[in-house]
């Protein structure tokens, strides 16, 4: 009777090595969940930032096709305008313009605010970010006009109005 008894404790876990085992996969799970959402924020905060940066090249693209064509005055002009249409293809999650706020789900999209002429962008994944103000989660560019100086040295002081797109509001992510 002694060996039967023997090979029935071999046969399965304790329920001490059972209870451990499910401690060490959920403590594996939680790392692995934390990290997994930590990595979706990160891949949001790059798409945010490499449309802003292909916005910004744009703008330049534009600005560069304005010289081309000898058209110096009309470079003003593009601070009115929407900065997506500066793009061969708009983002996959912008929803249009609109003169107020849309009543869609806004989070992770952009649109165009046109009565402020600002571009916005409401961030999804929430957790590193922090607000500006009033948990007011959305981001917010504006295309402005710049003076410079002429360059040629004929002793005239002409400026020409060039414009950039930049950050006028939101949080930051840490």
Do not use: C
Not at 76 to 86: K, M, R, S, Y
Request: no cysteine.
């Amino acid at each position: 009777m002694s060996g039967n008894a023997k090979d029935q404790r071999q046969r399965g876990f304790s329920l001490l090595e059972l209870a451990l085992a499910l401690a060490l996969v959920g403590a594996f799970a939680g790392v692995l969940l934390h990290r997994m959402l930590y990595l979706q924020e990160y891949a949001e905060m790059t798409a945010m930032d490499l449309t802003v940066a292909n916005l910004r090249t744009g703008l330049r693209y534009k600005t560069g096709d304005l010289l081309i064509r000898d058209k110096l005055s009309e470079i003003p002009t593009l601070a009115d305008e929407n900065p997506v249409n500066w793009l061969q293809d708009h983002p996959e999650n912008y929803l249009g313009e609109f003169d107020l706020r849309p009543d869609a789900d806004l989070r992770g999209k952009w649109y165009f605010d046109k009565t402020r002429h600002e571009l916005v962008y409401t961030v999804n994944n929430r957790r590193h970010f922090l607000p500006a103000s009033d948990q007011d989660y959305a981001l917010r560019w504006h295309t402005v006009r710049l003076r410079a100086k002429d360059g040629n040295n004929s002793g005239s002081q002409s400026d020409v109005q060039w414009v950039a797109l930049i950050q006028v509001e939101g949080g930051r992510w840490f």
